[in-house]
C-alpha cells in the first residue's frame, strides 16, 4: 500500500499531537507534512480543526479543495452539529468527526470511523494509480540490539530484490556512519545528507547524481559520515525525503539501525513492513520486547512487525516457541548461523547472494521471493529419481 501524506491544520499543538497519533495507529503507512509547505503541501488527507473557530476552519477547507481537489477532507469539530456538519461538507470536506479526546469511551468509536475512513481514502488512492503504476513498497529492518545483523539481512534482501524483480530498488542507509557501501564493496561520492540538505531540488534527475549503482541492478543511498547526523533535526526531513522516494522507485529497502530515535520513527511510520531482526539470545529477545512494546505505543502500525530470527543454530539456548510467547508473534523467518560464510562475502564485499551458493544465501533467495509473492524456485528430482531406480535394482 502506497504511502498517504496528511495534512493537520490547526492552532492547538496538542490537537496536532493527537491527531498524528490517530493518524498513524491506522495501520496505513501516513505522513506527516503540516509545518512543510502547510496547505499548500501536495497531501492525500486534510485534517482541519474547526473546533474553536469554525469561519477560519471553513475558509481552510475551501482553499484545499480549491488547491487540491482530490484531497479527502477530515473537518474535525467540537461535536456533531447538524447545522456545523452541512456547512463544512459544503465547503468541500468529505469527512466529519466530532472530538472526543476526554471521553474514553466514545473516542474508541471516533477511533473506528476515522481509521476506516483513512482506510477508504488509501484504497481510493490505489485504485487511481493502479493504471499507471503498483504503489512503491518500503522495507524496514530494525535490528533488536547491536550487532544483530541486521545489515546483513537488510543488504542481502535488497540485492536480492532488485535481481528477482528487476524493478527500480533503493537500499537506504538511515544510520548514522553506517556499512551499507562496506558491505556492498562500493564507494559513494554522496550520502543522504546530501538529500536531506537539497529537498527543495530533489526529482528523478537530480537524484541520480546522488545515488550509487551496484552491479545487482540496486540503486544505494548511503549512510552519512557523521556521528551526529542524521539527528532528530533532520527527522522531518527524511519524512518528506521517504515520501520522494516513493514516486520514483517501486521497491525500498531501509537499514534503520538498532535504536528508535526519530530517523528510525520516520521510517517506521512510513513502512509496509517492520523487519525485527533477532538473535536466539537473551538480550536480543528482551530487547526485541521493548521495541514490539514501544511501537504499539506510539501507534507506528505493530501488525506490519515480523520477526527474522537470526543466526540459529542447533545450540541455541531459547528455543524459537519461546521466542515467539515472548514477543507475541510468529517468526516469519530463520537464517542459520554462518559467521565464516558470512564474514568471506562483507570482507569481499560481495553479496552472499552473489557470492555463492551457500545454504544462507539460499534461505535469503527465499525469504526475497516471499516478500513478493514469487513461488519457491523448483527443485530438480531427478537425481532422486535414479537413485531410487539404482535402489529397486
Known sequence: MAQLAALIISQDEEFRRQATQLLRAGGVPIGIVEGRGGENAAADVGVVDVRFDLASGLAAIERLRAGHPSIAIFAVAAEANPDVILQAMRAGANEFFAWTANDPSAHRTMEDSFHGAIRRTAARRDAAHASTRQPCVTHVFFGAKGGAGTTTVAVNSAVELARLTKKATLMLDLKPCGEVALFLGVRPRFTIL?????????????????????????????????????????????????????????????????????????????????????????????????????????????????????????????????????????????????????????????????????????????FTRNMVGMKAEPIDSAPAKKARFLGLL
Do not use: M, W
Not at 551526529?228 to 514516486?247: C, G, I, S
Not at 504499539?296 to 519461546?322: H, T
Open 194 to 366: 546530501d538529500a536531506v540538505e537539497n529537498l527543495h531540488r530533489l526529482d528523478k534527475d537530480f537524484l541520480k547524481e546522488l545515488i550509487t549503482k551496484h552491479k545487482s541492478g540496486l540503486d544505494i543511498l548511503a549512510g552519512a559520515e557523521q556521528f551526529e547526523r542524521p539527528n532528530a533535526q533532520d527527522a522531518a526531513a527524511l519524512e518528506e525525503l521517504l515520501r520522494v522516494l516513493t514516486r520514483i522507485y517501486d521497491f525500498i529497502v531501509v537499514d534503520a539501525g538498532n535504536v528508535v530515535n526519530a530517523c528510525a520513527l520516520a521510517a517506521l511510520y512510513g513502512a509496509d513492513t517492520l523487519f525485527l531482526v533477532t538473535n536466539p539470545d537473551l538480550p536480543s529477545v528482551r530487547n526485541a520486547q521493548r521495541f514490539v512494546e514501544r511501537v504499539r505505543q506510539l501507534g507506528a502500525g505493530g501488525e506490519r512487525i515480523r520477526v527474522l530470527l537470526n543466526r540459529a543454530s542447533d545450540q541455541i539456548l531459547i528455543a524459537p516457541r519461546q521466542i515467539e510467547t515472548a514477543l507475541g508473534y510468529s517468526i516469519h523467518h530463520t537464517f542459520s548461523s554462518d559467521y565464516r560464510t558470512v564474514s568471506q562475502a562483507l570482507n569481499s564485499g560481495v553479496p552472499l547472494t552473489l557470492a555463492n551458493h551457500s545454504e544462507i544465501s539460499e534461505q535469503f533467495g527465499a
